[in-house]
Nanobody
Framework: QVQLVESGGGLVQPGGSLRLSCAAS????????MSWVRQGPGKGLEWVSD????????YYADSVKGRFTISRDNAKHTLYLQMNSLKPEDTAVYYC??????????????WGKGTLVTVSS
């Protein structure tokens, strides 16, 4: 069955960096676009970033553009999110999500359980 397991969250000071990972299994990872979505305390879900199946096309929310970088290693079946210059408003549970197709906009059919990122001094 499809499994998405996030890791790498934690407590970091403003201006710091973290790298999130999402280990995928149970499907042909290299055939599907992937996404990162977050939910801050008391807030709704917020899309963060997409990457297509091959990794050649990436997309970012304006709130993270220039600070976050999405990438994937299809040989390792792993999705990444490098987060730099973190701000307190980046505090959230970050979810890895699998798309229905190889490109963005095809919808999401599976979610991980999330990893908590807290940005605070």
């Amino acid at each position: 069955q499809v499994q998405l397991v996030e890791s790498g969250g934690g407590l970091v000071q403003p201006g710091g960096s973290l790298r999130l990972s999402c280990a995928a299994s149970g499907f042909t990872f290299s055939s599907y676009a992937m996404s990162w979505v977050r939910q801050g305390p008391g807030k709704g879900l917020e899309w963060v970033s997409d990457i297509n199946s091959g990794g050649g096309s990436t997309y970012y929310a304006d709130s993270v553009k220039g600070r976050f970088t999405i990438s994937r290693d299809n040989a390792k079946h792993t999705l990444y999110l490098q987060m730099n210059s973190l701000k307190p408003e980046d505090t959230a549970v970050y979810y890895c999500a699998k798309s229905l197709g190889s490109g963005r906009g095809s919808g999401i059919d599976y979610w991980g359980k999330g990893t908590l990122v807290t940005v605070s001094s």
